[in-house]
């Protein structure tokens, strides 16, 4: 990993952090279970030059509770922001918050879980984030989002299993080439809720006919 956290209220703002080369199997930042309220602010996630996309943006692994990744930008990454939690392990309260995560490549997502064994991420907010389907260095994406029925993804804006539980994802945008929505992109089992988020193909200008209060 480029840095590892590895104490309690960390502070790291303003930093590039990027990987070269034909593959890149490490964590841009990485927590251990001791990096509790860890801030990431500001900070440019940048694997746009790795030639097989495999590495990871922000890592954060077991018992670090209130992490907060807030306001960056990350490039081309495997995993942006992964959780990797193993058994008998939570991480309480994280949250993502005003970031904005190009993906573009095979099996990669903007926001995803390694959950083992009976590890467990409890009530994650992911808020005011913007997720595109475009590779790094802006050109289209090298493949399509997927999944049509919330369970199926092999890459997109998340990733969830059913072990991150109680969690929020608001006001979030997403945009891609393939006709899903929001929704649909998101991968999970577990129990959460989805709430005011946007995509092109969930907008519309102009409203033809409302057949109720629940069908437009």
């Known amino acids: 990993a480029l840095m590892t956290v590895s104490a309690a209220d960390v502070h790291v703002e303003g930093v590039k952090f990027a990987h070269t080369g034909a593959t890149a199997n490490a964590q841009c930042v990485l927590t251990t279970n001791a990096a509790d309220r860890l801030v990431v602010e500001r900070c440019l996630f940048d694997d746009s030059a790795v030639t097989t996309t495999t590495g990871t943006g922000v890592g954060i692994v077991n018992a670090c509770d209130d992490v907060i990744v807030r306001a960056c930008r990350f490039l081309d990454q495997k995993f ?3 959780f990797t939690m193993a058994t008998g392990v939570s991480c309480a309260r994280p949250k993502v918050v005003g970031c904005e995560f190009l993906v573009g490549k095979s099996a990669a997502f903007g926001i995803s879980s390694a959950l083992t064994g009976t590890g467990a991420v409890k009530g994650l907010i992911v808020d005011r984030c913007l997720f595109l389907e475009c590779n790094g260095d802006g050109s289209a994406a090298t493949a399509a989002w997927d999944g049509t029925n919330g369970a199926n993804a092999t890459q997109g804006p998340l990733k ?4 991150v539980d109680q969690f ?6 997403a945009y891609s080439a393939a006709n899903y929505s929001f929704d649909n992109l998101a991968s ?8 005011n988020n946007e995509t092109a193909s969930a907008v519309s200008g102009d409203i033809d006919s409302i057949y109720s209060d629940t069908t437009a």
């Not at 999970?188 to 709430?195: Q, T």
């Open 188 to 195: 999970n089992a577990g129990a959460g809720d989805l709430v």
């Open 160 to 163: 969830f299993e059913a072990a």
């Open 80 to 82: 942006s922001v992964l």
């Open 168 to 173: 929020l994802v608001t006001d979030c945008k």
